[in-house]
Each structure stands twice: as structure tokens, then as C-alpha cells.
DNA sequence: TCCGCAGTCGAACGATCGTTCGGTCGGTCG
DNA sequence: CGACCGACCGAACGATCGTTCGACTGCGGA
């Protein structure tokens, strides 16, 4: 990257316990990992160098190194919480429990809240290119994810409870690709959760258009 | 980049007329941009080297540069292919006359044909992080395109042709990120493109859901 | 026949990358 | 007080980056 860096911004110590100076910073490796995952995903992994990063943190790049393995090492942290969160909500009874539309709405109205909760970390998860063998690793594990998804469609289609269309798969690409594209545009405080929820609820299962009957929203 | 590549693939010489070999290849830029904007997506902007694009088109480095002027500028080509077609729907006449809601659907179907039609570009455009002036001249051209489709949404709203909700800004957002998730997992071929717009009208408007009537499909 | 020139290439440039190393500083504890 | 140690830093490493340069090649027009 030869251009000019966009703004550029941060250079404030680090953690919580603001002392005057240098007193007892004391990083701790998952506040290193939030730093970097924010960085990560306002210039891009490639485009990120520790030098970046370190300057995130307000230290310099040698002292980083001394806080952390390397940068892929801060790449597959920031990537598991983001697939521990969303493989969490598969495990949730609700999402094993009930008829496969009930289950689904379940999901999504999860996934909605863990993208918001988790949004660097689910961010850096959906703008993955596989390059390195460590994002190789999670785009397998966020394919299964999906791939959770697509059968609970599948099933909920064969049940009568969605619309059949010619391939629910494609459906449950749509479904996914609407709930993931938040990432590029939620930040939080703009609208609360609970409100993106049902927006993300009525959108996927009883679209935009008006003068259609309400079939009840999502679990509530 | 450290870690070990992908795959690896190309290598075949370059444009159409298939000859021998070395007889007479004659590079139009314009088709160096389309193997440019295809491994820029493969590997993503930043961790593509000119090593990679001159690969790809089946010569050196140098010699690569005797037909393109530098990274950034094939950059900025392929981005201004993407975003002459995106707005080249916003000036055709069922984008201009008819109900806000007729008027949406048009553009929701050509931007889905568009986006099918160029998809390299498209997704490249989809991508960025606006880390150099072009990246950025770029990402606020695709803010305007957006903020008319926002605009058409709220007309639509007002109009009560679409379901008012809490804020139509986030109806806008939500339908353009279903559309262009698009550029995630599909691929010339996987679906006919007609059938990807009625799939993307119907769970954009009318939702997944079943029992719902039939609301009269886009104008087709 | 010879010239020009577009196409190709190897080699190298300065810059920046991720990473390492040796050493300094300032607290803590025996 | 002195040994120790975690935090920190400057300087440098080899590699790779985007880009430039000069030279070679082979064909088309004069």
C-alpha cells in the first residue's frame, strides 16, 4: 500500500485502570485482540502492518511483539471468538427444540445479536479471502455454519412452513447474505438491537411490501 | 503475506484468438483489467502482488507494466466499470418514471443483472476499505448509489406501497445488502439469472414465509 | 535490406513488511 | 540494598513489495 493512509486516529494508552503514565499498564492478550480486530477491519487484514497495530495499542512495535505470537496469531483469536459465538447459538435449546421454522427464526434473531455483540471479531469472520492456512481453517468452520442453516431452510420448506421456491438452498444463501450483510453498515448505539432484530425478521420471512397480514413475529 | 498460497492456478497465455504461442498476444488493457479484477477477488486487493496479476496473464512483471500504468490504476478501472454499470440503471426509463415501488423493482432487478453480469467488478467494488484516494473516490460514489436507492425506499414508504416500520433507512440498507450479498456465493452458471432476480424480488418484498398472497411479481 | 517499434525480459531500486535481538528502565521482593 | 523480572524500546534482519530501467527479439513498412 503505497497511497496515504486514510485519518489515522488512536495513540491513547491502552486498558481500562487509566494511570497517569507508563504506571502499570499490564496488556492483557484479549484486549490486544479487540485492538486488532478493529484495526483489522478499518484498513483490511493484508493492508494492516504491526506497525499499525502496535501504534493502536500505544506502544511500539517491538514492545507488542512482546505481548503476542505474531499477527496470524492475533488473526485466529479474533476469528474464534467469532465462530464460538455463532456455533454457540446451534447449541441453545431453542435452536434444537421446535418445529424448523420456529428453530430458524431462533437463529437468526441469535445471529442478529452476536453479529452486534461480537461485530469486529464477526466482521473479520465474513471478509475472509482463505489466504493463509489459518483463514482457510475458519471459512471452513463458518461453511458448516451455513450449512446448519441451509439444512434448517431445507427442512422448514419441506414442512410448508417457508414458501417452496425452486431451490431452498438459494434461499438460505439470501437468508444468510441478508443477515451477514449488517456487518458493513450497524455500528452500535445507531439503532437498538431488539429493533434490528425485528426489522431483520419481518424483512427475511414477510418482506418489505405493505397490505400483507401479519403471521407473527419472530419469539420474542 | 508469509503463509504457504492457495491453490495456484493460471498460466495460459491471454486474450481470445487462440494461437500457437508467442505469435502475435497483443494485450488490450481492457481484458488485463478483467484477469486483474478476477485475482484482486481471489486473493483480495491488498495481498495480491503484480507478480500474481503478471502471472495470471501469462507474462512477467515488467513486461506486465509495458501495458498497464500500476496497481492502483487497474484498480480504479475496474471500479469505474462496476459503478458505470450500477449507474447506468438509475438513468433508464422504468428507473425514472412509473410508482416509487414500480421504480424500485426495476432497479432491484438490474442491479441484480448487473452484478451477475459483472461480477468481478462489482464485488471488487463491494470490497473495499478505502485505503488509498481511488479506494475511497470509489466507496463515496457507491454512498450516492445507495442513498438514491434509500431515497426510492422512502418515497415508496411514504407512498404506502412498502410496510412502514420504524425507519425506512434501514429497509434500504437491509435490501441492499441482500442484493449484494449476492457477490458472495454466486457464480455465472450456479442459476440462471432470471431466476436469481424472482428469487431475490420475492424474499425481498414479499418474504419466506408461506400463506402469504401472491402480490404481483416485478415487472418482468 | 534495413529500420523502427511494440513486446518481452532479467536485474535491480528503495520502501516496507513481519519478526528478532540485545539492552534499558523501573518496580518488587528477599 | 541488590538480584530479578516484566514491560518497553531502537535497530536491524531477510523477504517481498510496486516500480523502473536497459537490453534483446522479431515482425511490418519503407
Do not use: C
Given at each position: 500500500?503505497?497511497g496515504?493512509?486514510?485519518?489515522?486516529r488512536?495513540?491513547?494508552?491502552?486498558?481500562?485502570?487509566?494511570?497517569?503514565?507508563?504506571?502499570r499498564?499490564?496488556?492483557?492478550?484479549?484486549?490486544?485482540?479487540?485492538?486488532?480486530?478493529?484495526?483489522?477491519?478499518?484498513?483490511?487484514?493484508?493492508?494492516?502492518?504491526?506497525?499499525?497495530?502496535?501504534?493502536?495499542?500505544?506502544?511500539?512495535?517491538?514492545?507488542?511483539?512482546?505481548?503476542?505470537?505474531?499477527?496470524?496469531?492475533?488473526?485466529?483469536?479474533?476469528?474464534?471468538?467469532?465462530?464460538?459465538?455463532?456455533?454457540?447459538?446451534?447449541?441453545?435449546?431453542?435452536?434444537?427444540?421446535?418445529?424448523?421454522?420456529?428453530?430458524?427464526?431462533?437463529?437468526?434473531?441469535?445471529?442478529?445479536?452476536?453479529?452486534?455483540?461480537?461485530?469486529?471479531?464477526?466482521?473479520?469472520?465474513?471478509?475472509?479471502?482463505?489466504?493463509?492456512?489459518?483463514?482457510?481453517?475458519?471459512?471452513?468452520?463458518?461453511?458448516?455454519?451455513?450449512?446448519?442453516?441451509?439444512?434448517?431452510?431445507?427442512?422448514a420448506?419441506?414442512?410448508?412452513?417457508?414458501?417452496?421456491?425452486?431451490?431452498?438452498?438459494?434461499?438460505?444463501?439470501?437468508?444468510?447474505g441478508?443477515?451477514?450483510?449488517?456487518?458493513?453498515?450497524?455500528?452500535?448505539?445507531?439503532?437498538?438491537?431488539?429493533?434490528?432484530?425485528?426489522?431483520?425478521?419481518?424483512?427475511?420471512?414477510?418482506?418489505?411490501?405493505?397490505?400483507?397480514?401479519?403471521?407473527?413475529?419472530?419469539?420474542?
Amino acid at each position: 500500500m503505497t497511497g496515504a493512509r486514510p485519518p489515522a486516529r488512536e495513540g491513547e494508552p491502552p486498558t481500562g485502570t487509566t494511570r497517569e503514565r507508563r504506571a502499570r499498564p499490564t496488556y492483557d492478550p484479549s484486549s490486544l485482540v479487540e485492538v486488532a480486530a478493529r484495526v483489522f477491519n478499518e484498513r483490511g487484514y493484508d493492508a494492516t502492518s504491526m506497525e499499525d497495530l502496535s501504534a493502536a495499542a500505544g506502544i511500539t512495535k517491538s514492545s507488542f511483539y512482546h505481548h503476542v505470537r505474531g499477527k496470524e496469531a492475533l488473526l485466529r483469536a479474533a476469528l474464534e471468538r467469532a465462530l464460538d459465538g455463532l456455533f454457540g447459538i446451534l447449541e441453545e435449546p431453542a435452536a434444537v427444540a421446535g418445529s424448523p421454522l420456529t428453530r430458524l427464526r431462533h437463529i437468526v434473531r441469535r445471529q442478529v445479536e452476536v453479529l452486534a455483540a461480537e461485530l469486529p471479531h464477526v466482521t473479520l469472520l465474513l471478509r475472509l479471502r482463505g489466504n493463509t492456512e489459518t483463514e482457510r481453517w475458519a471459512l471452513g468452520r463458518r461453511r458448516e455454519f451455513d450449512a446448519a442453516i441451509a439444512a434448517l431452510v431445507r427442512e422448514a420448506t419441506a414442512a410448508g412452513e417457508l414458501r417452496a421456491g425452486p431451490d431452498p438452498a438459494v434461499d438460505a444463501r439470501l437468508l444468510s447474505g441478508l443477515v451477514n450483510s449488517l456487518v458493513d453498515w450497524y455500528r452500535p448505539g445507531r439503532i437498538a438491537v431488539d429493533a434490528l432484530v425485528a426489522e431483520v425478521d419481518r424483512m427475511a420471512f414477510e418482506g418489505l411490501l405493505a397490505n400483507v397480514p401479519a403471521t407473527g413475529g419472530p419469539a420474542s
